[in-house]
């Protein structure tokens, strides 16, 4: 075994492509990933955060904050996924208010 470590992640193949990213805490991020290290510490430029719901803090609305060029720590990381070639679906687990 080699002494160097792996990310589990290959964050390359998104590098000056846009990412969204969610954190502790509950803010979400998306802008366009300009580097990033092993510890998952990210660098994102054109970065708008959504901001969040005032009567639901667990809910983001549309409503954008532009934040420009910044680092996301990585231990505050949850998820990174790619803005192209994600839709927004309606909740398949929903039930309809008659049952």
Request: glycine share 10%.
């Amino acid at each position: 075994m080699s002494g160097r470590k792996e990310t589990v992640l290959d964050l390359a193949k998104f590098i000056d492509k846009g990412v969204q990213v969610k954190l502790t805490g509950g803010r979400q991020v998306t802008g366009t990933l300009k580097g990033y290290d092993q510890l998952l510490n990210l660098v994102l430029d054109e970065a708008l955060e959504f901001l969040r719901d005032a009567d639901d803090p667990l809910k983001t609305t549309d409503q954008t904050r532009r934040l420009g060029l910044i680092v996301c720590r990585g231990t505050a990381v949850m998820l990174v996924s790619p803005t192209d070639g994600t839709d927004e679906i309606a909740n398949p687990f929903l039930q309809p208010d008659g049952i």
